[in-house]
């Protein structure tokens, strides 16, 4: 069972540091086909299980001589139903799957047990759809049976929280975060951004945030913003307003392309790891409630690096 369930370090003001682009590391720099960019297929065997340590032991070192923890996010993104349907994995497998996640996390956590901080387990959850449209957009209750499939899987674990990333559109975070309640285990919402800052359903993250926590009576313990740059969404992070400090994580892309531009492109674009890291300071210099710090697409434990050292030096 969970150590941290009931008392979660990341809302306090401690910092915590997760990892960057998985897929697009394992795809770009590793050289390994993700069909459907699932990685969580990677689980079947050694060899593939190999790859995932060593992507998640380049971060965890990170946190050794600071006071600051980690989330390491279990390979889980795509194993839900339908991409698990188009991948062979029936529900049975599925949950298996999840479950050995979550196994591999315990398993990386406990040989770096000498890091200074606490290390979180989280059951990454990620869309049904794309992640970068909205698609067949469910309601409240398909999403909380649809989504309840993996989260259930994952309350039976070491499993700290599940956390949905890469959300389009509010009533799938509502369904998330019920689910999760239902489950008996905390949930982090997720959403992705355009480059106007807005969901890609045309949607605010004021009024998304807004719309999930009216619905589950403010369920989520916290919220992020992932997979944009943070030109694109910084500035919707308004100053002094209390929706505003319901978010505490970012985990954002390396480049500055809008999704379209991303799904097109044939070559990794990561950025500047150094301005990234910049960026990072900045944002939390002006809204010092973000304790919770990682990368998305295009970004790897370089960035991740230039951030940890960015905030080691905030007075």
Same mark, same amino acid.
């Given at each position: 069972?969970?150590?941290y369930?009931?008392?979660l370090?990341?809302?306090s003001?401690?910092?915590?540091?997760?990892?960057?682009?998985l897929?697009?590391? @394992?795809?770009?720099?590793d $050289?390994i086909?993700?069909?459907?960019?699932a990685?969580?297929?990677?689980l079947k065997?050694?060899?593939?299980r190999?790859?995932?340590?060593d992507y998640?032991?380049?971060?965890l070192?990170?946190?050794a001589?600071?006071?600051?923890g980690?989330?390491?996010?279990t390979?889980t993104w795509?194993?839900?139903?339908?991409w698990?349907?188009?991948? /062979?994995?029936?529900a049975?497998?599925?949950a298996?799957?999840?479950r050995?996640?979550?196994?591999?996390? %315990?398993?990386?956590?406990?040989?770096h047990?000498g890091?200074?901080?606490?290390v979180i387990i989280s059951?990454?959850?990620?869309?049904? $759809?794309? /992640?970068?449209?909205?698609?067949d957009?469910?309601?409240?209750? %398909?999403a909380t049976?649809?989504?309840?499939?993996?989260?259930?899987?994952?309350?039976?674990?070491?499993?700290?929280?599940?956390?949905?990333?890469? @959300?389009?559109y509010?009533?799938?975070?509502?369904?998330?975060t019920?689910?999760?309640?239902?489950?008996?285990i905390?949930?982090?919402i997720?959403?992705?951004?355009e480059?106007?800052?807005?969901l890609?359903?045309g949607?605010?993250?004021?009024?998304?945030?807004?719309?999930?926590?009216?619905?589950?009576?403010? $369920?989520?313990?916290y919220?992020?913003?992932?997979?944009?740059?943070t030109?694109h969404?910084?500035d919707?992070?308004? %100053?002094?307003?209390?929706w505003?400090?319901?978010?505490?994580?970012?985990?954002?892309?390396?480049?500055?392309?809008?999704?379209?531009?991303?799904d097109e492109a044939?070559?990794l674009?990561?950025?500047?790891p150094? %301005?990234? $890291?910049?960026?990072?300071?900045?944002?939390r210099?002006? @809204?010092?409630h973000?304790?919770?710090?990682?990368?998305?697409c295009?970004?790897?434990?370089?960035?991740?690096?230039?951030?940890?050292?960015?905030?080691?030096?905030?007075?």
């Open positions: 069972m969970s150590n369930r009931n008392d370090p990341q809302l003001d401690q910092v915590f540091l997760t990892d960057g682009g897929e697009t590391c @394992l795809i770009f720099h $050289g086909d993700l069909p459907c960019f990685s969580f297929v990677l065997d050694e060899q593939g190999k790859a995932l340590r998640y032991d380049q971060y070192p990170l946190i001589e600071t006071d600051f980690f989330i390491l996010e390979p795509r194993a839900n139903r339908d698990g349907a188009q991948l /062979g994995y029936d049975e497998q599925l298996a799957v999840n050995d996640s979550v196994a591999l996390m %315990e398993d990386i956590r406990n040989r047990t890091n200074a901080g606490p059951g990454n959850i990620g869309p049904r $759809g794309d /992640g970068y449209v909205v698609t957009r469910m309601s409240t209750d %398909e049976g649809y989504h309840g499939e993996q989260i259930r899987a994952f309350a039976d674990t070491a499993a700290d929280i599940v956390s949905a990333i890469t @959300l389009t509010a009533e799938e975070a509502i369904g998330v019920r689910a999760a309640q239902e489950a008996g905390p949930a982090v997720g959403f992705t951004t480059s106007d800052g807005r890609p359903g949607q605010s993250l004021r009024d998304a945030i807004q719309q999930v926590d009216a619905a589950t009576d403010s $369920g989520p313990a919220y992020m913003v992932n997979c944009a740059h030109d969404f910084s919707s992070l308004a %100053e002094n307003e209390s505003t400090r319901r978010v505490r994580g970012i985990r954002a892309n390396a480049s500055r392309c809008s999704h379209a531009e991303l044939t070559e674009d990561d950025g500047d150094i %301005e990234f $890291g910049e960026l990072y300071r900045a944002l210099d002006r @809204l010092p973000l304790t919770v710090f990682g990368g998305c295009g970004t790897d434990h370089r960035h991740v690096l230039e951030v940890a050292t960015a905030l080691s030096q905030r007075p």
